[in-house]
């Protein structure tokens, strides 16, 4: 998605007020990266322009998501599977296997600090790549590519901590920080410390976060229905998803 230089302008309609913003999409579609056999493309704003904070806002009700200075949408040539999804902060309730996670998490500390290189934060996204997706593109982790990925950005973002009772760095979740909600880009933690479920734990710190900050939703990205990798979104209940047009909340995998 990173890749500017071939791409063709679009007239889509995005239903916002980002007038004096272009719109792009690839001009070659790529294989999809969570359904296989399918193929996968979407629109994005110029990554060199600089959208203000009302626009951002306005993108992200519309379904677009942030990597990096990249602000898109996926709008795949045969597939509509791709769902922006967000939890109903003041109806939200915990499950079991939820409420074990934040018990088994009792004894870390959560923090805000600003989006920037943090030698202890690169040092632990390194070992959660190199550990859990070593597999995968983002395999192996450079620091060039962590600062694109996580740190660049269009002044919207922070990173939420979690440190340990000795001050250790255990997680991090970078965060945008939206008028109607937080909304989790991507959380790196402690691969050696399975027994936390801290990948859980921090959409539940994210949930309680937003709820102190008094904001509506939280939002974790796109939902999948057919994809083991996202469609875990729909065990924190209620999720609203957007099926394009309006929010609709999602109930035993079905649109309501």
């Known amino acids: 998605m990173s890749n500017t230089s071939n791409m063709n302008d679009t007239n889509t309609n995005t239903n916002t007020d980002a007038s004096q ?20 493309n979407s629109i994005f704003i110029n990554p060199e322009s ?10 992200h009700l519309q379904g677009f998501r942030r990597s990096g200075r990249m602000v898109y949408r996926p709008q795949c040539p045969t597939c509509n599977a791709c769902h922006s999804s967000r939890i109903i902060n003041n109806q939200f309730s915990p499950s079991k296997s939820q409420k074990r ?28 790549i190199a550990k859990r997706h070593n597999n995968g593109e983002m395999f192996p982790a450079s620091k060039e ?7 660049e950005g269009h002044g919207t973002h922070k990173f939420l ?7 250790k760095l255990i997680a991090c979740c970078v965060v945008d920080v939206f008028y109607d909600g ?20 921090m959409v539940l710190a994210l949930v309680s976060q937003s709820i102190q900050m ?31 047009q309006i929010w609709r909340k999602l109930i035993n995998d079905k649109l309501i």
């Open 145 to 151: 590519q962590y600062s694109g990925f996580l740190i």
């Open 21 to 40: 913003l272009s719109f792009y999409q690839h001009s070659e579609d790529s294989p999809c990266g969570y359904l296989p056999d399918l193929s996968s």
């Open 182 to 201: 937080l909304s989790a880009i991507y959380s790196y933690f402690d691969p050696e410390q399975d027994k936390r479920s801290l990948g859980r734990y």
């Open 214 to 244: 008094q904001l509506p939703h939280t939002y974790l990205g796109y939902w999948i229905k057919e994809s083991s990798k996202m469609n875990y979104k729909a065990n924190y209940q209620p999720l609203e998803v957007f099926d394009g």
């Open 101 to 128: 996670a934040i018990s088994r998490n009792k004894d870390l500390k959560l923090s805000w600090v600003e989006a920037d290189f943090y030698e202890e934060h690169y040092t632990l996204y390194e070992e959660y």
């Open 161 to 167: 901590e979690a440190r340990d009772e000795s001050n």
């Open 50 to 59: 600089s959208p203000s904070e009302d626009q951002l806002n306005l993108l």
